[in-house]
């Protein structure tokens, strides 16, 4: 029975976003509840935790998308989905205005989407801290799109080293690779690299294979700062083995067309560096959406959050009644994670389902309770009903607020070596090697959204693996 038109018995839920927080929301929710609208300018859902894979080919990007028309054709009632960005939302009017950015154009491009609940999951965007020079130069790695730039940039810096009379000097600044950023993204993006060069490039172009090299810059006195101690050592000892150069305690200031210029924090106190490059990978984390600063804006409940939406116990926007956050734009004390965007878009549909039972069990006590008076001679009888429904009103109204429940932290770090901290049995489990390597795949390959993800990325790696990378630039 798919209703085309909204029903206007029900209330209209816009959710915002394509990304882990919204879309496992959209999974478990019963979408008949609700008239569902939801707005995103990205018609699929991304796997990010093997986008890193994507930006040498070892795994083709379009084995990590899913597209979000799939995705909805498999609930029971039907979604609306609108490609576009949400520029602004209006607590007061309850609307969100909505742009469409994409290259082909319509007639219209702006219009308004009133909404009686709204969740927003539009995710966070990177961060350069207004370094000069960092937005017109580096490659981010958030998006599909970046991946593909990355992916095309590299070999397009390793084709023109190779080009007839190049200088000794421009081939070792085409072939140095800098990553900014020691969190999880830089660590797993210089691994990957480092692979694609020691496992496809040095056997294709030979004659500047001694001149690659990877550098990864940090702020902090170590990388990876959110695993243990053990796992850190091990990543910067593989990382030395593999010959990725770390430099840690070392702040970038400013960017340009060719060199990094940082701060590096020696013995002796700070020192200028410079580090010529061909390729700039930036990746140093999240930064605010405009369009979730100027909601903050709006909320005075807002003013002291900085990261994101505060948000309370059950996900509620702080200072609103009828919005809710989840993921990288929310802040509910947890990390920008996938893992944790993906337990509040499960909580949050087990919530509206609740609340949507709530609401149709209370409209039936009414009635009943109404008819009480009409019929006194089946007084037990729907005394009796109700009770029963009060019974799972009870029942349902009862939920229990958010919890986080950690299941470990996963990174690749290249040559085939992962590191985890995983809980298992109240304990828990650091490991790094080649066994934890295997279990870093079965986990990301058991996570793809659906089994044709799921076969199309065992596809990829066994390509790569059989007949290499494809390094044509496209
Ligand atoms: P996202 O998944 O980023 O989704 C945001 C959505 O909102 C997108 O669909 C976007 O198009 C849409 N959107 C943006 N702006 C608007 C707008 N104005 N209006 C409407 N829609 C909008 N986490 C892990 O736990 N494990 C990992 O292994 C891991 N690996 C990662 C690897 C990489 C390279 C990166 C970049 C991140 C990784 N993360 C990992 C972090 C994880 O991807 C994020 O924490 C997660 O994506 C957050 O989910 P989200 O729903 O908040 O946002
Ligand atoms: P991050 O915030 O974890 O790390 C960014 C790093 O950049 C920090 O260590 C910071 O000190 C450094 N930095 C900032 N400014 C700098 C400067 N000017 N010069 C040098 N270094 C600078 O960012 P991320 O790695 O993109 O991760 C974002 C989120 O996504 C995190 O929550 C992370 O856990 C998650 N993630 C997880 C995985 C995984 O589990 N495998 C992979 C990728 C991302």
Redo the contacts with the bound molecule.
């Keep these: 029975d798919e209703q085309i038109e909204p029903d206007p018995s029900k209330k209209t839920l816009v959710i ?9 929301l959209l999974k478990r929710l019963d979408t008949e509840n609700y008239n569902v609208i939801v ?4 018609n ?3 796997f ?5 894979s994507c930006t040498t080919g070892t795994i083709e990007h379009r084995s990590i998308m899913e597209p979000i028309r799939t995705i909805l054709r498999q609930k029971k009632a039907s979604v609306k989905y609108y490609e ?4 602004s939302i209006d607590p007061e009017r309850k609307i969100v205005r ?1 742009t469409d950015n994409s290259e082909v154009k319509g007639a219209t491009t702006e219009t308004e989407v009133p909404y009686d609940m709204l969740v927003i ?5 990177n961060a350069t801290f207004g370094i000069p020079g960092v937005r017109e130069n580096s490659c981010f ?3 599909i799109g970046d ?1 593909q730039l990355i992916r095309k940039k590299i070999m397009d810096c390793v084709e023109t080293a190779a080009f007839k009379d190049q200088s000794p000097e421009e081939i070792d600044r085409l072939l140095h690779m800098v990553v900014v950023g020691g969190g ?2 830089g660590v ?2 210089a691994g990957e690299l480092q692979d694609f060069f020691e496992e496809d490039i040095k056997k294709l172009i030979p004659e500047i294979s001694d001149r690659f090299r990877v550098t990864l810059i940090e702020a902090l006195p170590n990388v990876l700062p959110s695993f243990s101690k053990q796992l850190i050592e091990y990543t910067e000892s593989t990382f030395k083995e593999e010959k990725i150069d770390i430099k840690t305690k070392t702040m970038v200031k400013k960017v340009t067309d060719k060199t990094v210029e940082a701060e590096m924090q020696g013995p002796n106190g700070k020192e200028k560096v410079v580090f010529p490059y061909g390729l700039l990978v930036w ?1 140093t984390g ?1 930064a605010v ?3 979730i600063r100027d909601l903050m804006a709006k909320i005075p409940a807002q003013k002291d959050s900085r990261r994101g939406l505060a948000v309370n116990e059950y996900l509620v926007v702080q200072g609103t009644r009828d919005i809710w956050a ?5 802040v509910a004390g947890y ?8 337990q509040e ?1 499960t909580f949050l549909a087990r919530l509206l389902n609740n609340m949507a039972k709530t609401e149709a069990l209370e409209e039936k006590i009414r009635d009943l309770s109404g008819s009480l008076n009409l019929k006194p001679g089946n007084a037990a009888e729907v005394s009796r009903e109700i009770e029963e429904y009060e019974r799972q009103l009870r029942r349902i109204k009862d939920v229990k607020p958010f919890h986080y429940s950690h299941q470990g ?3 690749y770090i290249g040559s085939e070596k992962a590191v985890a901290d995983v809980s298992w049995f109240n304990g828990n489990v650091a490991s790094g090697g080649s066994l934890t390597y295997l279990f870093w795949r079965s986990a ?1 390959l058991s996570m793809c959204f659906s089994s044709r993800n799921r076969l199309l990325v065992i596809n990829d790696w066994l390509k790569s693996k059989l007949f290499g990378r494809d390094v044509s630039r496209e």
């Excluded at 707005?39 to 990205?42: G, H, K, Y």
């Excluded at 990010?48 to 890193?52: C, D, M, R």
């Excluded at 999951?121 to 965007?125: C, D, K, Q, T």
């Design positions: 915002l976003g394509t990304g882990w927080g919204s879309v496992s707005i995103s300018p990205r699929y859902f991304l990010t935790p093997l986008l890193p576009a960005e949400a520029t909505v999951g539009v995710g966070a965007e790695l958030k998006e991946a999880p993204t797993e993006f990746a999240n959406r405009p369009v989840v993921g990288d734009c929310a990390a920008p994670t996938a893992q944790v965007a993906g878009g932290s996963l990174a990301y």
